[in-house]
């Protein structure tokens, strides 16, 4: 069985860093490409960072560009998200997120992780 496991979530003040880990389980996931999205209350899920299998490319969205970073460890078959500076209007629910190519849009996404809470204080 395939599963993404996050890790990392919590509580932080406005202008904080957090670390988020996403380990594959299961089967590998060389070849696939990795990333992360995220889904505020009310709103759609939206798309943060990824990060290709191979080489150095990587996307991330304008709205976090600068402040987060996302990094794999492909020996380890996980995925990181660094996340400085951050916001309130980053708080969400994250999603660690496997697909075959580049994933910038959920419906993209071939596997899902279950999910890490980031809650930003004012």
């Known amino acids: 069985q395939v599963q993404l496991v996050e890790s990392g979530g919590g509580l932080v003040q406005a202008g904080g860093s957090l670390r988020l880990s996403c380990a594959a389980v299961g089967r590998t996931f060389e070849g696939y490409a990795m990333g992360w999205f995220r889904q505020a209350p009310g709103k759609e899920r939206e798309f943060v960072a990824a990060?290709?299998?191979?080489?150095?490319?990587?996307y991330t969205a304008n709205s976090v560009k600068g402040r987060f970073t996302i990094s794999r460890d492909n020996a380890k078959n996980t995925v990181y998200l660094q996340m400085n500076s951050l916001k309130p209007e980053d708080t969400a629910v994250y999603y660690c997120?496997?697909?075959?190519?580049?994933?910038?849009?959920?419906?993209?996404?071939?596997?899902w992780g279950q999910g890490t809470q980031v809650t930003v204080s004012s």
């Open positions: 990060i290709a299998w191979s080489g150095p490319s990587t």
């Open positions: 997120a496997s697909s075959l190519g580049v994933a910038t849009s959920a419906p993209q996404v071939n596997y």
